[in-house]
């Protein structure tokens, strides 16, 4: 039998009329001659409700015990949704993360699969049974006891089983009918992508595209997993959704295929700092150490400062989120008062975002960052860092431009159009 991953997130099991909705689309998969694996999501807002919880009881929580409350939620659907395909005559079973096992690490709210062993799983379809409904974002230490994956971890659990069972596709099934060349609130001409490259699908996830898990498309990408995100609330078609595959796949792509943004950016300088070797590592040593996700760097070329002096100065220019720019200055400050660098001022702006063009038809394609660059420059848009990367151009720029920005930028490169 081919077997299908099905992954219901939240708002497509947030109540029993919902889980139904959701069974229905189960059993249509079965009726196509599938075995099928459902990964199930919590309702919408348990999670929430469970971590609200669990902060409320106990300030320094212990993280086993964070786990094993904060995933009871996946459990009640997972029951939920094998008790509803049994009343529609599927044969049904559901499973917690221990029961199958979902091994892995013991880094409790951040754990990482270490296998999954089909043994289990394959004799109850030996047996008959149509469908194993597995619960999401939870899994099992090697001390036996629950772990989850990170919010946002059911995807990345789907992910998992579809190529530990060499699964034909993976569909996550959501609110949303697919990936769009942007975000529709802030254009109402973003269109929907019938196809979309890994690559491409993990920085426009990494960048605030909340549709994956970004984990999720990294383990797509390495193990193969065709992905296809659709919605839960439209019949399901052959062409329903968008399909997340690999390159070659996509026969005729454009040359941006998205744009994606970031509203909470900051951007930091130090001002005059010694350009000399190692002063890198001794700014973004501490930075790396008090946990700031630091993204974008520049480093200004150096002046001579006056001509008996015989030290180089430059500015050091980086970007992180705004909720960690407290962090970023605390570190920045005692790495200072040790002595490990010098610098004349630390200028923070927390009023920035970013903004991106990303595809990978860049690769084989010049003039892509002029074309940005002059269409950002017509709306008087100021640029204040860039940063590159193969398939991806970004900007900071001042936050209360940013949806000019992307408007600007899906016209400049015709996103509207197919
Ligand atoms: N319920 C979990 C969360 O909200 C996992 C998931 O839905 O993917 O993060
Ligand atoms: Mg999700």
């Given at each position: 039998m ?6 219901f997130g939240?708002t497509?099991?947030a109540?029993?009329a ?5 069974a229905?689309?189960?059993q ?6 599938h ?17 609200g919880?669990?902060?409320s ?8 015990e ?7 939620g996946?459990n009640v ?7 509803r395909?049994?009343e ?5 079973r ?5 029961q199958?096992?979902?091994?892995t690490t013991?880094a409790?709210s951040?754990a ?5 062993p089909r043994d289990?799983?394959?004799?109850k379809?030996a047996e008959g049974?149509k469908?194993?409904v ?5 899994g099992v ?15 990345t659990t ?7 069972f060499?699964a034909v596709?993976?569909?996550?099934y959501?609110d ?5 060349t942007?975000d529709p609130?802030?254009t109402?001409?973003a269109?929907?992508l019938?196809?979309?490259a890994?690559?491409?699908m993990?920085?426009l996830?990494?960048?605030g595209?909340?549709v994956?898990?970004t984990?999720s498309v ?5 193990y193969k997993?065709?992905l ?18 690999d390159?070659?796949e ?7 295929s998205?744009?994606?943004?970031s509203?909470?950016?900051?951007k930091?300088?130090?001002?005059r700092?010694e350009?000399r070797p190692?002063?890198a590592?001794?700014i973004?040593?501490p930075l790396?150490d ?8 520049v ?10 002096d015989k030290?180089?100065?430059t ?11 407290l ?10 008062d ?12 927390t009023d920035?975002a970013?903004v ?8 084989s394609?010049a003039g892509?960052?002029a074309?940005?660059?002059?269409s950002l420059?017509?709306?008087n848009?100021n640029?204040?860092?860039i ?9 900071l ?6 949806e ?7 016209d400049?490169?015709e996103?509207?159009?197919a």
């Open positions: 081919p077997l299908l991953v099905m992954k939240g497509s099991v109540d029993l919902r889980i139904e909705n959701a229905t689309k189960v249509s998969e079965v009726d196509r001659g075995d099928v694996i459902v990964i199930v999501s919590a309702m919408s807002g348990k999670t929430n409700e469970l971590v919880w669990v902060e009881t106990s300030k320094l929580y212990d993280a086993r964070y786990d094993a409350v904060v995933s009871s996946e659907t997972a029951g939920l949704m094998a008790l395909l049994q529609m005559g599927v044969p049904a559901s499973w917690a993360g221990w199958v096992p979902i091994n013991s409790h951040a990482r699969f270490v296998s999954i289990n799983i394959d004799a379809f049974f469908v194993a597995v619960a999401g974002f939870q230490s090697a001390e036996g006891r629950v772990t989850t994956l990170g919010r946002g971890g059911s995807d789907a992910v998992a089983f579809a190529a530990a060499d596709r993976c569909d996550i959501t949303v009918d697919g990936v769009y942007t609130r802030i109402s001409k269109r929907k019938d196809k979309i890994y690559e491409e993990l920085e996830a990494s960048l595209a909340k994956l898990q984990r990294e383990l797509a990408m390495r997993v065709r296809r995100v659709l919605s839960s609330f439209e019949e399901t078609t052959e062409t329903s959704g968008t399909l997340v595959c390159e070659d996509i026969m005729e792509s454009k040359v941006v998205g744009v994606a943004y509203r909470d950016e900051a930091m300088t130090l001002v700092v350009d190692g002063i590592a001794a973004f040593g790396a008090a946990g700031v996700n630091v993204d974008m760097i480093q200004n070329i150096s002046e001579l400062d006056n001509p008996g030290r180089a100065y500015d050091m220019t980086f970007s992180c989120p705004t909720n960690q720019v962090r970023a200055q605390k570190a920045i400050e005692e790495a200072r040790k002595g490990a660098f010098a610098y004349g001022n630390l200028v923070v702006d920035v970013k991106s063009v990303v595809g990978i038809g860049m690769r394609h892509v960052a074309k940005m660059f002059s420059a017509a709306e848009v640029i204040k860092v940063a590159t990367s193969e398939i991806k151009i970004s900007v720029i001042d936050r209360k431009y940013m000019l920005a992307v408007q600007a930028l899906h400049a490169f996103l509207e159009k």
